[in-house]
């Protein structure tokens, strides 16, 4: 956060004198002094946001500019602010959510962190469009952006022409101008004693390797078919068909904030409404019921999209405790062949 604020309030640094407030910010409808003021708006607005642990609804109060501050005020607030939603990133627990309505209404500190650096990126370069000097953030800060909260838009030749793309501010070979454009912070599901936490690409690229993806484990995880399935996620994303949503979703335990297996969709629903799932469990979390716990909810949750009607899983035929799993979480056995069983949830039998 301090980073992207200090390359935006050090470049328009250089350009105070220029009018500000008779030039259009780039693309916008706003002009330059409007954009610098939004950025600090929203900065301020994603802190209190984070700090009051608004769980529903923005925090109400509005920023304003005092009269007569000239533009080197504005990066004097611009810097504040980002000094402020720093703080309260730093300081906020990472189970801790807050309202943000797109699209699942929250976001955990990296999600605000990665809004909160979207807002300097692209309006910076909004507003040195319009002055017209050069602009280029550090590539990594673009990365940080993309891979938290645009899970869905497949990478590019560079982090910030792809991040200009996908906001509809450049173009890239091949693809389509985007017109209209939306981030996303990742989904939680909660049920009694978990909280299933969608997976982002960067955690996913973490876990398919030695990281813990940024959660605390139970001593032994994650376990082997966490890491693949994080690099079937990450691999999903380079190929720009990964929908969250329909992605891994990590078991945290809310006693302890420790992170117990994973659990998700091997994919996007077919054209039938059938999407398949699977899980792990660290062994140490074995036999307290989490995975059926954690089944229930998440087969609720996607038989209540009305892209989907059936939740199927496949498990071998010697796996005997994942099979109980499926049958107390309302499962059918309908199929089989040597060396798998096939269940089946519909929405008849999902509770």
Not at 5 to 21: A, I, K, M, N, P
Not at 105 to 111: K, L, P, V
Not at 239 to 259: C, I, K, Q, S
Not at 306 to 327: C, G, K
């Amino acid at each position: 956060m301090e980073q992207a604020v200090d390359e935006c309030v050090g470049l328009l640094g250089t350009v105070t004198e220029r009018d500000w407030e008779g030039t259009r910010a780039g693309r916008l409808e706003w002009s330059c002094r409007e954009a610098a003021l939004h950025i600090a708006e929203d900065l301020i607005a994603y802190a209190g946001q984070l700090a009051g642990r608004e769980p529903e609804g923005y925090t109400p109060f509005e920023l304003s500019l005092e009269e007569g501050t000239d533009s080197a005020g504005a990066l004097r607030v611009i810097r504040a602010m980002g000094a402020l939603l720093a703080a309260a990133i730093r300081t906020a627990p990472r189970e801790v959510r807050a309202f943000h309505p797109y699209p699942f209404r929250s976001a955990n500190r990296e999600g605000f962190a990665a809004m909160g650096v979207a807002e300097v990126l692209l309006h910076t370069h909004d507003i040195a469009e319009g002055l017209g000097v050069a602009y280029e953030p550090d590539p990594a800060l673009c990365d940080f952006v993309l891979t938290r909260i645009f899970p869905h838009v497949q990478p590019g030749p560079t982090p910030w022409r792809t991040l200009l793309w996908a906001t509809g501010r450049g173009e890239l070979p091949g693809r389509a101008p985007v017109t209209t454009w939306r981030w996303s912070n990742n989904l939680v599901i909660d049920t009694e004693r978990l909280t299933l936490e969608g997976v982002t690409p960067a955690a996913a690229t973490d876990l398919s390797t030695v990281g813990d993806g940024g959660f605390a484990w139970l001593e032994g995880g994650p376990v082997e078919g966490t890491r693949v399935g994080a690099g079937l996620v990450y691999k999903q994303y380079e190929d720009g068909v990964h929908r969250p949503e329909w992605g891994m979703y990590v078991l945290v335990r809310r006693e302890d904030g420790r992170a117990l297996g994973a659990m998700g969709f091997h994919g996007v629903p077919d054209g039938a409404g059938r999407v398949e799932v699977g899980y792990d469990l660290v062994e140490g979390a074995r036999g307290h019921g989490y995975a059926t716990e954690a089944l229930r909810a998440l087969s609720a949750w996607a038989l209540g999209r009305d892209e989907v009607r059936t939740v199927v899983a496949n498990v071998e035929r010697d796996n005997l405790p994942s099979q109980n799993v499926l049958a107390r979480a309302g499962f059918t056995r309908v199929a089989e062949d040597p060396e798998h069983l096939t269940y089946e949830l519909g929405a008849s039998g999902a509770r």
